[in-house]
């Protein structure tokens, strides 16, 4: 499976209406569709798909056609997000109607098509499975470890004691093993895992 770097999108001009596939991390998905919405408001349809991997590790999906005939829009999109096996990610596609009907046929071609438009244009990457750490420091050592979790993009939510604080993360195993690699370089030893991730 794999996952979206970056924000991608793309266009075309089918029968003169436009179509405008913008792809985004799952976690966009509510974000992108607003913006959207705000920036095409004479838009006729902004339809959309998802996937992402729910809390049981099970793929998830849902689409949505926009007014467009059922079937003709959500789908399609979700097919080619299938196609390229992608995952936590969302694609929506803006139509502009440009006066000529499509019929269902033609809208499921301009819905996939735009679609993997964006999706050729993305930059992908492979998607590895996150587990969860809590790892506890205390104070000293609390901003330089803030600052290496955000120079390397992982989240965290500490929760503070009397002594420090307990780092809540989700790792990829690369990510846990260059986190084992900089706490070892601490100048004081005073840390404790308190949950190690199992990527068994």
Request: proline share 3%; with cysteine; aromatic share 12%.
């Amino acid at each position: 499976m794999k996952i979206l770097k970056s924000a991608a999108s793309a266009s075309q001009e089918i029968k003169k209406s436009n179509f405008i596939a913008v792809l985004c991390e799952f976690g966009e998905f509510d974000t992108t569709l607003k913006i959207l919405r705000e920036n095409h408001p004479k838009a006729a349809h902004i339809a959309w798909a998802y996937r992402f991997q729910n809390e049981f590790r099970q793929i998830a999906e849902n689409q949505s056609d926009d007014g467009e005939p059922k079937g003709s829009a959500g789908a399609p999109i979700l097919s080619a997000l299938r196609g390229a096996d992608l995952i936590e990610c969302a694609c929506l596609v803006v139509r502009y109607f440009g006066g000529i009907k499509l019929g269902v046929g033609g809208l499921v071609r301009a819905y996939s098509s735009s679609a993997n438009l964006a999706i050729k244009s993305a930059n992908l990457i492979e998607f590895e499975n996150r587990e969860m750490a809590q790892i506890w420091l205390p104070f000293a050592e609390i901003s330089k470890f803030e600052y290496f979790l955000n120079t390397n993009k992982i989240s965290n939510s500490p929760e503070f004691d009397d002594a420090g604080a307990t780092f809540t993360l989700q790792v990829t195993r690369a990510e846990f093993l260059g986190l084992k690699e900089y706490l070892r370089g601490l100048k004081s030893a005073n840390f404790a895992f308190k949950t190690e991730p199992n990527f068994n």
